[in-house]
């Protein structure tokens, strides 16, 4: 009974401050308070408050008390950030809060105000970002196993808009650009904004076919391959390096550049080196730390070839003069303090946990992930809908997306992706439970 109580007030407040019942920036009542109000523990108060926290819906002010989170984007919004049902379980989207992690930001502003640096960071600053936060991505970028300086780094308003830029700064309109059969919506978006002509490329277990591939750099002028060797969105492979230096090998045999996504590529623990590592001069790599710390800390970089960096640089001038010197202080301190590389761990493990949840709930269907990926893949049998299944899930306030925002064949697969990082891990268990038996019902049966 107690924990029924626990979960129905979890939900209730959640939900109070999705919908904007609870504003942002209201004070909740103390630990003891909501004891007293709900007729409750106070250590079951805590454990409430402490789930809202994980979930990144509250934040704990020492000696000040618990207050309700500004959401910029309120769970609920989905891949192309549209409403869903307010009350639904968000697998649609993935955005991983881990606790403390206000606190942390609230410590670098301390220490930011007080660094002497403030007057520096209200100018105007390099388009490309600062020589001090370039060194800190280099020496980042060192630890990934990436030899680089702080010559060849462009800092972005978050690794979107380092795509952005290297499409502008490299492409034009009509170039042919070789990309998975699904891919990141993000680079469809760009593909559609500049005209580019997506050519799609099937899908092995361990990355790209490519032998296909070979085949359309030998038939078409492909100008650019856009990849995500290491941790795959939304399939979670990690090319092997036999299969990354083959890459190299056709795109140099074809001269066309290669797009390294790095955004996931966290979560992978000792993954083959970069594509960026073993060819700097045809590789622009591309992350960021909003995947690996906070969604709103868009802070991103690029590694760039150093022909190609006077061409990125316009393009970060013509998008945004320079990105947030403030967020790019904070993000630059937290590389170099160990900060990000203990937040990476965190969200490691998280997503392990989750992953294995995902195992033993959906045992027995045809699922395909990582096992420390922050989203699941689940194939239907090709007479089902998942449509159909989506709108079943809604029913039950499941929110998941389908195969066509990452599709760029003509073909859209019969599959949904299942995000795992925006719900607590009870909650996720259960509703992993309803995806199943929804799943058979409708799909399998």
């Known amino acids: 009974m107690a924990a029924s109580r626990y979960k129905t007030l979890v939900d209730a407040l959640a939900s109070d401050i999705r919908t904007g019942r609870l504003a942002a920036g209201v004070r909740l009542p103390t630990h003891r308070g909501l004891a007293a ?28 008390g618990t207050f309700v989170r500004d959401i910029a984007v309120p769970a609920g919004h989905g891949i192309d950030q549209q409403v869903v049902a307010t009350d639904a379980v968000d697998l ?10 206000a606190d942390l ?3 670098a502003l301390r220490e930011v105000a007080t660094s002497g640096d403030l007057d520096t960071l209200l100018r105007y600053q390099p388009h ?3 020589p001090q936060d370039r060194a800190s991505i280099a020496r980042h970028l060192r630890r990934r196993g990436i030899t680089t300086d702080a010559d060849r ?6 690794a979107q808009h380092g795509l952005a830029v290297t499409v502008m700064a490299t492409l034009n309109a009509g170039d042919v650009v070789a990309v998975d059969a699904l891919t990141y919506p993000g680079f469809k978006v760009l593909a559609h904004a500049f005209h580019l002509d997506l050519a799609p490329i099937p899908a092995t277990p361990d990355g790209p076919d490519l032998d296909v591939l070979e085949k359309l750099c030998a038939t078409r002028p492909v100008r650019a391959i856009y990849t995500m ?8 492979w990690v090319m092997p390096a036999t299969g990354r230096t083959r890459l190299v090998k056709i795109a140099r045999r074809h001269g066309a550049l290669i797009i390294e996504d790095a955004s996931y590529a966290y979560l992978a623990e000792d993954p083959p080196p970069p594509l960026a590592a073993t ?3 045809i590789t622009v790599y591309v992350s960021g730390l909003s995947k690996s710390v906070a969604t709103g800390l868009r802070v991103g970089f690029a590694a760039a070839p150093p022909s190609a960096v006077p061409s990125l640089e316009r393009a970060i001038r013509a998008t945004t003069w320079n990105t947030p010197a403030l967020t790019t202080a904070i993000a630059c301190r937290w590389l170099d303090d160990g900060t990000v590389d203990r937040l990476e761990a965190q969200k490691r493990d998280d997503a392990k946990a989750r992953q294995a949840i995902a195992g033993q709930e959906l045992a027995g269907l045809p699922f395909v992930s990582h096992p420390s990926s922050y989203f699941t893949w689940l194939p239907l049998p090709d007479d089902a809908r998942a449509d159909r299944l989506t709108a079943t899930l809604a029913r039950q306030h499941i929110s998941v997306s389908t195969a066509e925002p990452f599709t760029t064949s003509m073909h859209t697969p019969q599959a949904i992706r299942l995000a795992l990082g925006s719900t607590d891990l009870d909650s996720l268990r259960s509703t992993l439970r309803t995806v199943r038996r929804v799943a058979v019902e409708d799909a399998y049966a």
């Open 37 to 64: 109000r709900e007729g409750i523990a106070v250590v079951t108060a805590t454990r409430v408050y402490a789930e809202l926290e994980t979930m990144g819906l509250v934040s704990r002010e020492q000696g000040r």
């Open 92 to 101: 649609n989207f993935n955005y991983p809060s881990l606790p403390g992690q």
């Open 105 to 107: 930001l609230r410590q």
């Open 128 to 130: 490309r970002g600062r």
């Open 153 to 158: 780094i462009l800092i972005t308003n978050g």
């Open 229 to 236: 060797p290491t941790l795959h969105n939304p399939l979670g």
């Open 279 to 281: 060819a700097p001069d």
